[in-house]
């Protein structure tokens, strides 16, 4: 793991699902204008399918998809909460929803807007952001 990643933990808020990321401690998150962003308040955190680890709760999870069906929108069927999924922007990688995430290991949260309006031109912009 790089010097300036840390492990960040997280899950839903029921508890069941739970889940580790290396991800900086300075977060830049992604805050998304499309209808199923801005009605559940998800904010991004992208990273590399490596450098996301499910600990618990795999037995939890349900998948909803929609549109294209690329994005695989994963949440606990006990509380509701969706911590993470894989993004029809970078569908190589998770992206994890920095509300889940536990604030110990946060030094800093930015938030960049996604325009979802102009969805070809955003998602080349983050297109390295599931790369290692």
């Not at 450098?51 to 695989?72: D, K, M, Q």
């Not at 969706?82 to 509300?99: A, E, H, I, Q, T």
Request: hydrophobic share 40%.
């Amino acid at each position: 793991m790089s010097a300036n990643l840390v492990t960040h933990r997280g899950g839903c808020h029921c508890g069941r699902v739970r889940f580790e990321v290396d991800a900086p401690a300075c977060i830049e998150a992604l805050d998304c204008n499309c209808s199923i962003c801005r009605m559940t308040g998800f904010l991004h955190l992208i990273v590399p399918a490596a450098r996301f680890r499910l600990l618990a709760g795999a037995e939890h999870l349900s998948e909803y998809t929609f549109h294209t069906g690329v994005a695989r929108h994963r949440f606990c069927r006990v509380c509701g909460i969706k911590s993470f999924y894989v993004p029809r922007s970078n569908p190589d990688g998770y992206d994890v929803n920095v509300r889940c995430l536990d604030p110990a290991t946060i030094e800093r949260l930015d938030i960049v807007p996604f325009d979802d309006a102009d969805r070809a031109a955003a998602t080349a912009a983050i297109a390295h952001l599931s790369c290692d």
